[in-house]
């Protein structure tokens, strides 16, 4: 059985985050800052380059400033919705389904 927040790498999360629209804004230090709009609300994303792999609390924090839920974040690419047994007919997913 899969982990409900399987390990994500620095360059994944950047992938899901390009796959729904957020775009690179300027780096301080280590730190990448990406925005985007989600559900007409103006999202920040910052990703520490630092991590080999992230943590659970830093996925769900990342998720949280996405304003995506656990579905439409992994299921951005097909790499990560694999991680969580998702399938789906075209990937990313779209925004509110499931």
């Known amino acids: ?9 620095p360059e994944e ?3 899901i985050l390009k796959e729904r629209s957020f775009t690179y804004t300027r ?3 280590s730190h990448e800052h990406y925005e985007g709009i989600v559900r007409g609300k103006r999202r920040s994303v910052v990703v520490d380059l630092h991590y080999g792999q992230f ?6 924090y990342m998720i949280g400033q996405s304003g995506l ?4 974040f992994y299921g ?3 790499r990560t ?7 789906a007919k075209r990937y990313p997913i779209p925004l509110g389904e499931k």
Do not use: D, H, W
């Not at 059985?1 to 790498?9: E, G, S």
């Open 1 to 9: 059985m899969p982990k409900k927040y399987p390990p994500l790498t």
């Open 13 to 15: 999360v950047i992938r």
């Open 27 to 29: 780096t301080t230090g």
């Open 55 to 60: 943590t659970v609390k830093l996925i769900k």
């Open 69 to 72: 839920t656990r579905e439409e």
């Open 76 to 78: 951005s690419t097909r």
């Open 81 to 87: 919705a694999k991680k969580i047994n998702l399938r």
